[in-house]
Nanobody, 125 residues
Framework: QVQLVESGGGLVQAGGSLRLSCAAS????????MGWFRQGLGKERDFVAA???????YYGDSVKGRFTISRDNAKNTVYLQMNSLKPEDTAVYYC???????????????????WGQGTQVTVSS
């Protein structure tokens, strides 16, 4: 069983930045593909970004060029640096994990086996 704990959410003005962190309890964290998803009020859970076990990164179209996903295997942590935030980025952000092959990633929420509790990001206009 893998536990994921997100942190770093909060209230920020449009144009500002936040960095989300997701700490994982997995003993072999380096073998996990990781993803960030978000869910706005009354909306479906959408793909934000993913990073494979080998470090390949992938982004949703709406955040490409503004958000950066990274991982620190020594700290069992994945990060989401969010710049140039917009009000439409307001959502609960979830971290997800899947034990996977080195280059595996997925944009589909159902592909992931473990989820964090989420952290709220609110961007004011």
């Amino acid at each position: 069983q893998v536990q994921l704990v997100e942190s770093g959410g909060g209230l920020v003005q449009a144009g500002g930045s936040l960095r989300l962190s997701c700490a994982a309890s997995a003993r072999t964290f380096s073998n996990y593909g990781m993803g960030w998803f978000r869910q706005g009020l009354g909306k479906e859970r959408d793909f934000v970004a993913a990073i494979s076990a080998s470090g390949g990164t992938y982004y949703g179209d709406s955040v490409k060029g503004r958000f950066t996903i990274s991982r620190d295997n020594a700290k069992n942590t994945v990060y989401l640096q969010m710049n140039s935030l917009k009000p439409e980025d307001t959502a609960v952000y979830y971290c997800a994990a899947k034990l996977s092959a080195l280059r595996y990633y997925s944009r589909t929420a159902d592909a992931y086996d473990y989820w964090g509790q989420g952290t709220q990001v609110t961007v004011s206009s």
